[in-house]
């Protein structure tokens, strides 16, 4: 029989997700152990507790789960606990701080479905950001022409650079671009068959105006769920609704996605103890999941 | 198929309290996340996981619990929980900070088998602290002429007017009184039926001879369980126990009341989304448990 | 119906222990509490919460684990935790802080299929750590003579006092020792049948010249999984293996036996309210496992 499904919530904030304790139930573990206030100093023992306790096959039936507010905290949570691992010791793990992959991979997926990848090109606004640099690499390994925008030409190209993709041929499809008047948008996003919003809460990126003059722009995708919206044009609740010839996708369209994804790449860390789950790995789950 | 039970322990204090922990338990929950040293600063994050990861009927499924042992602090809590709130996106919240809101529940409970509430004079002694307002709120509610007492005018005065009932027919019915010496006391108490005691531990509120000047008194209700206790002829397990021709309840005779309408609050924000669950909604529900 | 088997996991370190938690749902429990940072100025409120909840034989239903890296503050939370108890109202507590009551009893356990314990001279190296001095209590109330080595005579002369064997007659079983060189460890060693190495991770402490120069050493237990390891010619996986006519256990080849014992001993908790599981407690219970 198999022993009970534990996840173990490592967080780097002072209190253990919410969120992401509900979604790991709703996914169906049987045992939530939630830690706060996670360091890189203090991993080890944490990461030690969950490959060392549990024996052969019995070690898919616990797994760990990164989250936090802090996508760069995350991530170094996720390196010091893959470096614990060796040999067969070792559980499976998932990097999802701030929602980040499961957003971006909800977002870039939801614009698959209209588009072909391959074929595009795609400005992700606010690019520099957790989800919008993983956005940027989630496309750029698709195969997109992916301009990566941000105010500052130096942080885009900083952004651009610690994406780090796998190859110099997926690098190659990365341009950072700086952006900041109606015009330098206008310039940056004109020819794109796929804009993706990827800003803070609140603030509008791609105004009704500049939209109005992208001939090319099919598919228009917002991860801002605050009023002023990132995008002129698309609705909050919007999930593939076609306005002005445009096809749009609001946070909430793109959040119901976001959500089967988490699940199911939950789901997925119980199937075997070596999978490390991080923006590409949850992206082709969610591509499972049609 | 409902989503499993979720109830999040929203605790201000350094450890979220065991006893609140297995009280849930007992009501039946399936995952308790428990959350310590919660601050208004720091709720929003924690209520907006609750509110966002369910959708439709399966909000009904995660509940907050606020607890703690400051009773202001959770009141504060609570007010913030519930502006978290917007339309239908809520979750149901109970508010039992340091037991007070089931205690003075099931302390007014024990009374209104043996009298008539709406026909009563009720005197309160220490009615400043956290389980003595909600039982002058109760019984005010309930049509009792209320005596609030206090070693100190100042505080009885503030405290009747912190109680703040919900209309100014409520708010008549309660008087604040100082009482120091036996005298004082005698002449505060002498003419109720009924005597409610939520001073501190191990402090006598209400000697023998004053109590013996008492010919009013039926019900005498002592939520004292370390001796000194504090109404004299009231032992812990009293639990409508008639000693002298008055029924006494004592600090464990109430507990046990208090624990069925703690679980079965707790059951109850388990059936709707939208149970905002203080002294008054607490009360109702342990009236119908009979 | 029984209630729910809750354990309430008090740690002193600054995250519960990940192992001990695993282990916990592992020995079936169905629902962890896990509190970090208990102090013994804490730990008052979450005792009674857990000795105030439930009654009668429902109380058998609630258990606490103490256990953090620090053995002496667990044995000073043990000490707390059983002062809160009076009369019937208690829950059984287990102590197994840094695992050192686990893994003293499963070493003795190991030795004891052997060895007729009452008959042998043992020596424990580093017998002044908490896994040192539990081997030693266990070993001198078997019957065994047993010297206690550590580099200083001061240290193992005040750990063989803090043992405070329960009489006279195991406290003159016990040798402290001081060994810094080989020919001292020798000498410490030579006439024992019986050597435990507790010492810390990476450390050799009998090395293979000196353990050559042994002829009644019968069996060799290392703790210690870090090589260097703690006694040559003892592997990690040893498990009764036979090297050179000696049977050795190495670190791994005791954990196996190790957790059965402490998988036992938490579901021994829930039989009965009242037991307390130190050293001995858990040695039995590992012995009657076979």
């Not at 995350?74 to 990097?95: D, I, T, Y």
């Not at 190209?157 to 206008?186: D, F, Q, Y």
């Amino acid at each position: 029989m198999a022993k009970p499904k534990i996840l173990i919530q490592l967080d780097a904030d002072a209190h253990a997700s919410v969120f992401d304790a509900v979604v790991a139930v709703d996914a169906g573990i049987d045992h939530l152990f939630q830690y706060h206030s996670v360091t890189p100093e203090k991993i080890r023992d944490l990461v030690y507790g969950a490959m060392f306790t549990r024996g052969g096959p019995d070690l898919a039936s616990t797994a760990l789960f990164i989250g936090g507010s802090n996508v760069a905290a995350g991530e170094q949570l996720l390196r010091k606990a893959v470096g614990c691992f060796f040999g067969p010791m070792r559980v499976s793990v998932m990097l999802d701080a701030n929602g980040a992959n499961t957003t971006a991979a909800a977002a870039v997926l939801a614009a698959s479905k209209h588009l072909d990848l391959s074929q595009i090109q795609a400005a992700v606004l606010a690019g520099t950001g957790p989800v919008g640099q993983r956005a940027v690499r989630l496309l750029a390994r698709a195969g997109a022409q992916v301009r990566l925008i941000s105010r500052s030409l130096e942080k885009a190209a900083a952004a651009a650079e610690s994406i780090a993709p796998s190859t110099e041929e997926v690098a190659a499809r990365i341009t950072p671009l700086a952006a900041t008047t109606a015009e330098e948008t206008l310039d940056a996003v004109a020819h794109c068959e796929l804009v993706i919003a990827a800003g803070a809460a609140g603030v509008e990126l791609l105004s009704a105006s500049v939209r109005s003059r992208c001939p090319a722009l099919q598919v228009a995708i917002d991860l801002n769920a605050v009023p002023p919206l990132g995008i002129a044009g698309v609705e909050s609740h919007d999930k593939g609704t076609a306005r002005d010839g445009v096809i749009g996708y609001g946070a909430l369209g793109v959040g119901g996605t976001k959500m089967k994804i988490h699940r199911a790449a939950i789901q997925r860390l119980f199937q075997s103890n070596d999978q490390v789950l991080d923006a590409e790995q949850i992206y082709a789950i969610g591509r499972e999941l049609g």
